[in-house]
């Protein structure tokens, strides 16, 4: 066994590698990630890198050394040469004479993990792989939160330095005001669902309508919830398909300086525009007690004219007076769930923050989107490349492309025999595949699926490098997945723009 210590000249990345030695061959297998050090790799920055081994099992190793791969273009080894030598039984073994060196591109951003691959080999045909991880950077309020498992990002307007950062302003629709919206007339602790006025692509699915509730949120599709007891993100509290700007207990007629909710489509700038126009805040449930108005808006944008990387939609909170004190409530939940409460973006609660997060505040933007802070990949290709079956029967042509590329394939027989039957067989024909294309961060962009082809007969599907939308994709790195019946095959696609 080894146990692996992971360090820099910037300091140490402990991360632990447990690798288990049964006589006479090795192998291994991974513990857990420890956190400690201080060490940090900061975009544009070059680093040594050692790993420490310790033999913590039974067979001396002789003669190790080590071979470092990046397994993402933000980060390329320099050096990938170390050798650490004998490591006895007990013994740790650092391969500082010959150290690795890592450098970090400036376009990367902080917050980012960069997956690394170490061969180590030896004496008696001894080789193994394995994998450890660093994040580059230390995130603070001036870089994105997120992603969450889907892959959308919170950008704030405190974000400086990325395309994706919103600007605050200020969009007023309450009717009472001056503004075009029409006014929902909810009651306390009331949700109504409404028609979208386009379609709207959330966490990978489209809906057409919205439900808006008095208590500072929405759900996409339709929902009676209208829960004033707010909930951490993700979790089974409140309606799925949440997007929360301000989640907390609100009553819109409370007293009679309390306002209106509302909403307005702004078809200029194909935008659907939800306002909570001073609307009272409720503090202690006990003995609600009206509070501070409270003013912020959701805005939808219609994916058709405003894309991402996904086709997934781009949603901005604004708050133009906020006061987030309700202790009795646990605060406010700010953020963003999808369907099963599996995944989702959560911004604050219970007045705690992530530290990429900026606290809420009057004139506070905050935009979420699937768009990247950096155009490295988000996944681990590795994972992604992985292959069941059998390889060779995916075909991609030409790779790189620029308008088009012709995918080809055919549905191996079992165990790869010829077809040598008639093609009206029932064992041959109308055997349906599944192909699938996802961009680098691992979000499906184009689908063909419910196909039937016959059995060892090529089939070819032309794709011109766009979305389910019909929307042109941006230039950039692909996977293609083919499957049917026990085959799965992915390759890789450079889209050239």
């Given at each position: 066994k080894f146990n692996l210590t992971i360090n820099s000249s910037q300091g140490n990345w402990n991360s632990v590698l447990w690798l288990i030695a049964e006589a006479p061959e090795f192998e291994y297998r991974r513990s857990q990630i420890l956190d400690g050090g201080n060490g940090v790799l900061e975009p544009g920055e070059t680093s040594d890198l050692t790993i420490t081994i310790k033999n913590i099992g039974n067979l001396s190793g002789a003669n190790i050394n080590g071979i470092l791969r990046s397994k993402n273009p933000g980060v390329v080894v320099l050096d990938s040469i170390g050798a650490f030598g004998n490591v006895a039984v007990g013994d740790s073994v650092t391969n500082s004479g010959n150290r690795f060196k890592v450098g970090a591109s400036s376009?990367?951003?902080?917050?980012?993990?960069?997956?690394?691959?170490?061969?180590?080999?030896?004496?008696?045909?001894?080789?193994?792989?394995?994998?450890?991880?660093?994040?580059?950077?230390?995130?603070?309020?001036?870089?994105?939160?997120?992603?969450?498992?889907?892959?959308?990002?919170?950008?704030?307007?405190?974000?400086t330095g990325y395309p994706e950062t919103p600007a605050y302003n200020w969009i007023e629709i309450d009717p009472d005001l001056g503004g075009p919206g029409t006014i929902l007339n909810l009651l306390n602790d009331e949700t109504k669902t409404i028609n979208l006025p386009f379609?709207?692509?959330?966490?990978?699915?489209?809906?057409?309508?919205?439900?808006?509730?008095?208590?500072?949120?929405?759900?996409?599709?339709?929902t009676w919830i209208a829960d004033m007891y707010n909930w951490h993100i993700p979790a089974a509290g409140g309606p799925p398909l949440l997007i929360a700007p301000f989640w907390d207990d609100l009553d819109p007629n409370a007293t009679d300086s309390s306002g209106n909710v509302c909403y307005y489509y702004d078809a200029t700038n194909h935008r659907f525009i939800i306002e909570w126009s001073r609307i009272q805040h409720l503090h202690d449930p006990t003995n609600p007690t009206p509070a501070e108005l409270q003013t912020f808006e959701i805005i939808l944008f219609d994916p058709v004219y405003y894309p991402t990387q996904t086709g997934d939609g781009e949603i901005l909170f604004q708050y133009k007076k906020i006061t987030n004190d309700d202790q009795w409530h646990n605060y406010a939940t700010v953020g963003i769930e999808d369907l099963n409460h599996k995944n989702g973006l959560e911004y604050t609660y219970a007045n705690v923050y992530p530290p990429s997060a900026a606290v809420l505040a009057n004139n506070r933007a905050i935009k979420f989107t699937t768009d990247q802070p950096d155009p490295f990949p988000g996944i681990d290709e590795g994972e992604r490349l992985k292959v069941k079956g059998s390889r060779g029967d995916l075909?991609?042509?030409?790779?790189?492309?620029?308008?088009?590329?012709?995918?080809?394939?055919?549905?191996?027989?079992?165990?790869?025999?010829?077809?040598s039957k008639s093609q009206n067989s029932n064992d041959d024909v109308g055997q349906g595949f599944s192909l699938a294309i996802y961009d680098v961060s691992g979000r499906l962009v184009k689908s063909f699926n419910s196909v039937s082809s016959i059995k060892n007969q090529v089939t070819s599907i032309v794709w011109s490098g766009d979305d389910e939308a019909g929307r042109k994709l941006p230039a950039g790195i692909y996977f293609i997945e083919f499957g049917a019946e026990m085959h799965n095959e992915i390759q890789k696609v450079i889209l050239l723009r």
């Open positions: 376009q990367i951003a902080p917050g980012h993990e960069i997956k690394f691959i170490t061969i180590l080999s030896g004496d008696n045909n001894f080789r193994d792989t394995v994998e450890f991880s660093i994040i580059i950077g230390l995130v603070n309020p001036n870089t994105p939160t997120g992603p969450d498992g889907y892959g959308y990002y919170a950008y704030d307007n405190t974000d379609s709207f692509k959330y966490y990978g699915n489209n809906y057409n309508k919205i439900s808006i509730c008095s208590n500072g949120y929405c759900a996409l599709d339709s075909q991609i042509y030409p790779n790189p492309f620029t308008n088009y590329c012709v995918i080809k394939f055919q549905i191996p027989n079992p165990n790869n025999q010829t077809n």
